[in-house]
């Protein structure tokens, strides 16, 4: 049987057009500078069209549009594949695996439960009051100006220092980390050689700290991997550690960064929810979850293995899918009022994190952090909104959050 | 699917004694009905959630019972009528 992939060149020319979209239904882009600046509409047209709806973009994708397909299409492992998890302008053959998040069923279990046990919402209360220090160390460097971009200041630096932290290595790497995830996330999707060049210098990166920690070990997750064996006893490969260190760093960085971002952002224009929020501080488990719906930050990727049908929609192999959770967690089906930010939701289903079995192993560490970066904030900052001399600059592609950010507050408020 | 009059409905139709159970095929360990209803349900060291002793439901607890019951993005909760 032909593996329709191979058809697809796995190199192509740097930066291939992507002409403007006419046509959402027919031809949908999600590089489109209109999805990233304000995806929602789109959303909603897309799904008053069809529960799933086709580009011949990116050599052939789909994209589920209610909450039931992409329910449907996250727990069903027979047809769909996680070995490519971005929808990409290239396919190239499936090379620097992240297990377990393109993993499928066997390889993934296991490789998935070594990484559950120190992401457990107990192993991150004990990491919550280096967060809350982290924080605070931030909030110290810009306070007395009375604005800042709240992007580059506080919402980047945070889940990085704090997965640094976690790994067992310096918390001043993080502008690395933050540099190769750029690359391999949002120049990435058009630009190979950039992803390439990002994933190499990263494996450089990792495999010095494997190699110390061979010599002297250390009380840290990069250790924990180390140790850990597989189902015959046997050590993990040093390109299992590489890989699933590389998936803590790009699916735990700028993931949670967004959330941060867009909480606060939401925050900045609707001063009704963040005077309720300084108010009622018992709100913020639900609020949390639903500022984690409202603008879920990640949007995953599915390849089609063997023909089936989704929401009453024939699917073909051959094409991609782009699992878009963001898109799923504003159904009006599933989510009354889902247009509508309700700090107090009481019943909330979003599927911020994923369904199924790649549920977002750092789900947990991403709670604590958002909840832990907005409590801080508002403790300090209770009062502030858009600079309205600045603008604000959304991150394009995979996931989703704001990029710039410029707020004012103190005396400027 | 639709959670949200449902839930209310099977309030409804169940004001006796409560029992949850949570389908360990289906929970993912979101952990969602540990941070609503911590009296209800334990995480293993896998994060995977499970109805504390034999799944009755204290009095005074039914309302977190079906809370938690409709956070869950997996369905995994079942809550019945002793």
Known sequence: MSDPVRAIPDSAPAMPDHPPVNDWIHDFDHTDPRWTENPFPIWDELRAASPVVHTDRFHGCYLPTTYEAVREISHDTEHFSSRRVIVRDVRPETTGVAPPITSDPPAHKPAKQLLLPPFTPDAMKKLEPRVRAICNELIDEFIADDKCDAAARYTKHIPVRAIAHMLGIPEKDGDLFIKWIHEILELGIKDDAIMMRAVQEMAGYFSGHIEQRKKHATDDLITTLMNARDKNGEPLSDGHVLGSLRLLLIAGIDTTWSAIGASLWHLAKTPADRARLVAEPALMPTAVEELLRAYSPVTMAREVMKETVISGCPVKPGNMVLLSFPAANRDPAMFPDADKVVLDRKENRHAAFGLGIHRCVGSNLARMEMTVAIEEWLRRIPDFRLDPAGQVKWSEGTVRGPRQLPLLFGKTA | ?82
């Open chain 2, 1 to 82: 699917m639709r959670a949200i009059s449902a839930t209310t409905e099977e309030r409804l139709l169940m004001p006796g004694k409560l029992k949850i159970r949570v389908d360990q095929e289906k929970c993912q360990g979101h952990a969602r009905c540990k941070s609503l209803a911590p009296e209800l349900f334990n995480l293993d060291e896998f994060g995977n959630a499970h109805e504390i002793g034999d799944g009755s439901v204290p009095k005074g607890l039914e309302d977190k019972a079906w809370l938690a019951k409709a956070n869950c993005p997996e369905f995994a909760i079942d809550v019945t009528e002793q």
